[in-house]
């Protein structure tokens, strides 16, 4: 069974950095084809992709946050780090974490979401 | 990475049909087959209900199903049951590894 859960601060400052970990189990992401990525949702609005890490450690970030965001992952524990520096209260959202596969089986989709973790800045 | 085009709130009555269109551009949705669609109910994750345009993952019913025309894909529910009123959300690839999620849409069974 594939699982994913999110853990972090509840609670930020503005200008803090947050560091949000997510922890899968079920897969391994040295498997060719396996990506995790970050997506947020802002309460009350839409989800948002954010950053994407690939079994070969290629990394990808949306357009308007890339100078802000680094992704990696810690093959050896199952997990993918998201870091997002410089938090403004417009920032405040539930993040999840989700995998995808780069082909075979719901090729290009995220087949498998977190339960995400809910995120406030505020000072 | 525009987010692509839905209606903000789509209803129907029970055992009807309803479509949810998703509008995108050239750069997105009408250049790859990689169009999926979501169901979220309140508080609750996301889950996967259509993949690669018109796919339906294992356990998803067959009253969900998807299309695309040129840069707008459509999500259609049949045969309407009051436990499909949730949020729908579109999501396309836009190249470069990039995605970009719908603003997305409440459906309400009346």
């Known amino acids: 069974q594939v699982t994913l859960r999110e853990s972090g601060p509840a609670l930020v400052k503005p200008t803090q950095t947050l560091t949000l970990t997510c922890t899968f189990s079920?897969?391994?992401?040295?498997?060719?084809?396996?990506?995790v990525s970050w997506i947020r949702q802002p309460p009350g609005k839409a989800l948002e992709w954010l950053a994407r890490i690939d079994w070969d450690d290629d990394k990808y970030y949306s357009t308007s946050l890339k100078t802000r965001l680094t992704i990696s992952k810690d093959t050896s524990k199952n997990q993918v780090v998201l870091t997002m520096t410089n938090m403004d209260p417009v920032d405040t959202a539930t993040y999840y974490c989700?995998?995808?596969?780069?082909?075979?089986?719901?090729?290009?989709?995220?087949?498998?979401w977190g339960q995400g973790t809910m995120v406030t800045v505020s000072s | 990475q525009s987010a692509l085009t839905q209606p903000a709130s789509v209803s129907g009555s029970p055992g009807q049909s309803i479509t949810i269109s998703c509008t995108g551009t050239?750069?997105?949705?009408?250049?790859?087959?990689?169009v999926s669609w979501y169901q979220q109910h309140p508080g609750k994750a996301p889950k996967l209900m259509i993949y690669e345009g018109s796919k339906r993952p294992s356990g998803v019913s067959n009253r969900f199903s998807g299309s695309k025309s040129g840069n707008t894909a459509s999500l259609t529910i049949s045969g309407l049951q009051a436990e499909d009123e949730a949020d729908y959300y579109c999501c396309s690839y836009a190249g470069g590894s990039t995605w970009v999620f719908g603003g997305g849409t409440k459906l309400t069974v009346l």
């Open positions: 050239s750069s997105d949705v009408g250049s790859y087959n990689l």
């Open positions: 079920g897969f391994s992401l040295s498997t060719s084809a396996m990506c």
């Open positions: 989700a995998r995808m596969m780069d082909h075979g089986d719901y090729r290009g989709a995220f087949d498998i």
